[in-house]
Each structure stands twice: as C-alpha cells, then as structure tokens.
C-alpha cells in the first residue's frame, strides 16, 4: 500500500563527540521516506525554499520516492535545525531551529499523495497534522510522531490528532509526559483509553534501549540493535518510523494491526533505524541495500529469542 508522509524537510547542522557537519539533508519526513522507501512507493509531502535543489531531490528520486508533493516556497528558506549530542547520545541539546518555509505552511495534498493507504503524519504542529488527516479520512492505517514542544504548548489538539490514527509513535519520556504517568505501559494504555475503542497501538522509543511496543492488551519489546560505535543519532526515531510504517505497509493489506505483523514491523524499524546512526544524517540510509536489513533482522532475531 503506497505511503504518504507529511512533515519537515530539513537542512541539520550536527555536532557529535565524533565529528560534526554544517549543512546537511535531514528532517522527519526525509529520514522516514528514505527508511520507507524499502518496503512500499513512498510520497513526501512538505515545503522547501529556494536553497532545496536537485541534488537534495535526487537523493529521494534515487529510492523511488514521490517528490511532487514537495512544495517550493519562491523566496523561501528551507527549515534548517541545528542540534549538539554530548557523551550520552540519548539526549541531545537543541541549539537553532529556523522554521522558515514551514511558518505558513497549509498542508493541501495532490492527487498523488492523497490515493494513499497509508499515511505518516511526522513531528510538526498538531492542528497540520489533523489538516492532513482530514485529507486522507479513508486510510487503512495512519501514524503520528510529536514532541515535548507540542505537549506544552498544544495538547488538546494533538490529544484529538493522536485520538484519530491507529499508531502513536513516541519517545519515552515524551509519552510519559502525554499521559502524566511514570510507568511506559500506564502512559501507554491510559493514551489508548482517550480514543475510540477498538485496535490501536503505542510505540514508546527509547533510543539506545529499543523500543516498545503497547496494545491495550499486548505488549513487546526489542533492544536496539548492539553497536559499538554510534556516530550521529539524528533522525533514528523518525527512520525507525519509517521502517516500521514501511513494512505495514507492504505485509499488512489485510490486517494492519495483527501482533505478529506490528512486531516484525518493529524489527525492521529497529534494523533500518541501527544502520542511520552509524553515520551523520542520511549518510548511511541513502546507500542502505535491503539484504543489509534483512541480515540485521535474522540477527536481532537470534539474539532476543529464547526458550
Ligand atoms: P529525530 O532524531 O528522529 O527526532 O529527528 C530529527 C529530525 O527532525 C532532524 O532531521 C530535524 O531536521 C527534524 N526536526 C528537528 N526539530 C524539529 C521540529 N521542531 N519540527 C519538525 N522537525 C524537526
């Protein structure tokens, strides 16, 4: 089922204990759309400016993703982030964030993206992203990210976004925040009580530590993937996101939210979202081949099973 995704199509500037880099392609739909990219035919939707070019396009064309929902702003500045991550790379400092074309961004989906079964409403303001959802009312499955700045300052419209997709995708901490509860599986079920009844998912990321999987009454889990060097962590939740949206996707025409589809999803966001730390940006993923993936799941397999 073709995927579309909405949300921030970035210039990052980074800095890690290991390098650092000025001016780089990033943003959360980008780092979805390529992890998607694997498993189904992938439309990004989003606004750039004047600085976005072809060679920032062709990195998308090459994997075959859609980019003429990619709306140029004329006079406009692309979204540019710029972010710094000490020793513990679970937690990293925002130190620049320039919303440029995205200030008067009104999401309004061409024919393309709208024929989606699928749709990934990355991080940005929640009153979008039911802008968007409401483009897109006959979806056989919609995700949504957010974050701590939207918790703050716009809660009660992103409690009725989250309340109208099937799969809330969310950082630990953040989810803990939502809910106002300590334990990861109290926040998680009390967010699935606020919405309609019936079968609906949480997944909480907890960075170096995997991520967690939450039905009203399910529950699993994978580490991440073990790495001995961890270069640039920008962006794996949003390609752990795409990985596992991805293969939804593709697997799941029939049942989108069956257990054992949600968690082999959660392996192939797992796997995809290994590989884009282990260099700066979308370095990694834009060279990724899908047997790389496979191997890291039959290897995430056997180290988390036992009897
Ligand atoms: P992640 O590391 O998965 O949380 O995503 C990092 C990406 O999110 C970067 O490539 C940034 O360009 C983008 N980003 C950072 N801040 C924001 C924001 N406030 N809204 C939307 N995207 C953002």
């Known amino acids: 089922m073709p995927v579309t995704v909405v949300g921030s199509i970035a210039f990052d500037a980074v800095k890690t204990p290991f390098g650092e880099r000025e001016r780089m392609l990033g943003g959360a739909a980008v780092h979805f759309a ?17 600085d976005f070019g072809e060679a920032e396009l062709d990195v998308l064309r090459r994997h075959n993703i859609d980019v003429s929902g990619i709306e140029h702003v004329h006079g406009g500045k692309t979204f540019f982030w710029r972010g710094e991550y000490g020793w513990d ?39 979008l992203q039911r802008a968007v959802r409401a483009q897109l009312p006959d979806t056989r499955f919609a995700a949504l990210d957010s974050m701590n700045l939207w918790i ?13 997709v099937d799969c809330l995708i969310l950082n630990d901490a953040e989810l803990r925040q939502l809910a106002q509860k300590p334990s990861l599986v109290g926040a998680a079920r009390e967010v699935l009580s606020w919405g309609p ?31 001995e060097t961890v270069v640039d962590p920008t962006g794996a939740g949003d390609c752990f996101a795409g990985g ?18 949600l968690r082999r999803a959660m392996a192939y966001g797992t796997a995809i979202a290994s590989f884009n730390v282990q260099e700066f940006g979308t370095e990694r993923v834009a060279r990724l081949r899908m047997d790389e993936i496979d191997e890291r799941v039959v290897d995430l397999r056997r180290m988390t099973a036992f009897s």
């Open 244 to 261: 596992f949206v991805g293969y939804i996707a593709a697997q799941g025409r029939d049942k989108p939210l069956a257990p054992t589809l």
């Open 152 to 164: 703050d300052v716009a809660r009660d419209s992103l409690v009725a976004a989250i309340n109208e």
């Open 34 to 50: 390529l992890a998607a990219s694997f498993f189904d035919e992938v439309r990004i939707v989003g606004p750039v400016g004047d």
């Open 197 to 227: 009844p019936g079968h609906r998912a949480v997944v909480a990321k907890l960075g170096e530590y995997g991520a967690a999987l939450i039905t009203a009454d399910g529950y699993f889990s994978l580490p991440a993937f073990p790495l």
């Open 89 to 127: 790379l679970n937690s990293r400092e925002t130190l620049d964030t320039q919303l440029g074309v995205f200030e008067n961004f009104q999401p309004k989906l061409g024919p393309v993206a709208k024929q989606s079964d699928v749709v990934f409403l990355a991080n940005i303001q929640p009153d």
